[in-house]
């Protein structure tokens, strides 16, 4: 089915003599910010500078995912001391924001306000933590480590296939800003294969934070810009919105699968706790013994769960109180297990409920191991394809629509179909809440970089991958294999049209499932892999995207 996107993928191995030093690796969804993240390593930077390089890269090469107007979570590892953090760049949402921006009068939600338009951004978060990863992590100075995307973004880049289904999909939206047209759109319309996207005022910007840091962007003359273009043309920024911007370095969350290490990222995003909460639950599960309709039974089953709890009681915890060590201990999941029956699928509305579309989505993700074993998982995004499709003039900056990532009303699905309820509510200034779930995975013998982009099937996607992980399995099997899901709301099992045979479809059905098969948004996971027992290096991009793995001796 993925015939047509199927262009390469890379998967590369390279095993060095215990003299040496260990190879690094780097697998990103766009072959030029793969090459940007090499060109920095070669020049004597570590992982971190290189994911500032890839970040910004991919900023520039990918628009419909990620960007400067975007966020994103970074998971560090470094090698020397094993420290381990979670850099918090998400945005928030602005100060003049409000509960109930998104409803009408009558209180309905109104269509598309937190998806097209400035007033669907939130307050951008990459530009912090692109000053923040080189002056807290790095070796080299931004001028150095930003030098690729400034290139790139100058001399152009060519569009490609996926680039074009993305530009269709947003084609209404992108015309509506003449910024965002110029730029991404030829003579108003999707530009043909080939097509070199110059981005000139990106390229300026991105000058102004490699020769000032955040504050190239946060202030003076491009902030100015920024906000009154965003007001403009319907938006509620301010100065104090930008002033009050910080990365906040937070403790990532830990969990244990039958000996495999699980660290992932804390909330605002959900990633974690749910990959925790899932994982829990599913080892008191013998699961290589089972048969395969018995594994997904029971995996569904234990996504259901979290996902229930993920819409109950998930958001910013710089606002809200969640009960995070409940939820990611082995008793609750104990607790959770005792309602999955063997043989028969639970209704999501029998579950304590949160009372109460499908399309497609963008985000993206890159994962790096470098000489010395320093480790980068990061999932970025502007969340819905080329976000809010606004560019205030004159900036280059594509922002964001993450403040659909809100409950605009309590039991309302956003954009992903998801549900949400109090805990994550607009409130100024708080952050909304993810699924991004970058994710380091450890076992006695490997230790794995892991990550994709999808919307509300992250999380499940992450988990397996890291099933499959646990299981042995390689980079490129794990990325590339066939994929479903379950929310809680919608009840039904979402699943890729080559991962169930028709048998199973019956049995599960039989079993009380509903299944239905999707063709797209099931991800552009990049992995890397360091096999410890045999020295082995490798890095892995899923056959759905066009990205590269590359390892580098
Ligand atoms: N915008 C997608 C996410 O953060 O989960």
């Known amino acids: 089915m993925y015939k047509f996107i199927f262009s390469f993928f890379v998967l590369v191995f390279v095993s060095f003599p215990l003299s040496a030093r260990q190879p690094a690796a780097i697998a990103s969804a766009h072959p030029l910010a793969t090459q940007a993240g090499e060109e920095v390593l070669q020049a004597g930077g570590n992982a971190f500078d290189a994911a500032v390089a890839v970040t910004a890269a991919l900023a520039v090469v990918e628009p419909y995912s990620s960007g400067i107007g975007g966020g994103g979570f970074w998971l560090l590892h470094r090698a020397s001391d094993q420290f381990e953090v979670m850099l918090d760049g998400r945005e928030r949402a602005p100060f003049n924001a409000h509960r109930d921006m998104y409803l009408d009068k009558q209180g309905n939600v109104i269509k598309d306000a937190s998806i097209n338009g400035p007033l669907s951004a939130g307050i951008p978060g990459v530009p912090a933590a692109l000053e923040h990863l080189a002056k807290h992590y790095g070796l080299l100075p931004l001028s150095k480590s930003l030098q690729p995307a400034i290139r790139y973004a100058r001399e152009g880049f060519p569009v490609d296939e996926h680039y074009q289904r993305m530009a269709k999909f947003r084609l209404s939206a992108l015309k509506k800003s003449s910024s965002a047209a110029a730029v991404f759109l030829h003579k108003g319309q999707v530009p043909a294969m080939g097509y070199v996207v110059k981005q000139n005022n990106l390229a300026h910007t991105l000058s102004l934070i490699a020769e000032k840091g955040a504050d190239g962007f946060y202030k003076g003359e491009l902030a100015d810009k920024l906000i009154r273009g965003t007001n403009k043309a319907g938006g509620i920024w301010s100065q104090k919105d930008f002033n009050e911007y910080t990365i906040i370095e937070r403790k990532p969350i830990k969990g244990e699968y039958r000996g495999m290490k699980i660290t992932s990222v804390a909330p605002p995003s959900s990633g974690g706790i749910a990959l925790v909460e899932i994982m829990n639950q599913l080892a008191a599960y013998p699961l290589e013994k089972l048969s395969d309709i018995q594994q997904v039974h029971y995996i569904v089953e234990t996504m259901r769960r979290a996902y229930r ?115 994550n509510a607009i409130q100024p200034g708080k952050r909304m809440l993810s699924s991004m779930s970058p994710t380091f995975l450890e076992t006695k013998n490997r230790l794995a970089v892991i990550g994709t982009p999808g919307g509300s099937r992250i999380i499940t996607m992450v988990l397996l991958g890291a099933l499959a992980f646990h299981q042995g399995e390689s980079a490129q099997a794990i990325v590339d294999l066939a994929r479903y899901h379950h929310q809680y709301l919608p009840d039904s099992i979402f699943y890729e049209p080559d991962a169930f045979s028709l048998q199973q479809i019956e049995k599960m059905s039989s079993m009380g499932h509903s299944l239905k098969a999707v063709e797209n948004t099931w991800g552009n996971m990049q992995m890397v892999i360091w096999d410890k027992k045999k020295s082995m290096m490798s890095a892995a991009s899923d056959r759905r995207g066009l990205g590269l793995g590359r390892v580098i001796p």
């Open 309 to 423: 709890d993920r819409a109950e009681y998930l958001g910013d915890t710089d606002f809200v109180k969640v009960p995070v060590a409940r939820l990611i201990s082995k008793d609750y999941a104990a607790k959770l297990r005792t309602s999955i029956r063997p043989n028969m699928a639970t209704p999501s509305n029998t579950l304590p409920g949160v009372k109460k579309k499908d399309g497609a989505t963008d985000t993206t993700h890159f994962s790096i191991i470098d000489h010395q074993g320093n480790r980068v998982a990061a999932t970025l995004s502007i969340n819905y394809p080329f976000g809010s499709c606004f560019v205030p003039p004159g900036t280059g900056v594509l922002l964001n629509d993450e403040m659909d990532d809100f409950s605009a009303k309590p039991g309302v699905p956003n954009v992903y179909g998801l549900v949400g309820a109090e805990a």
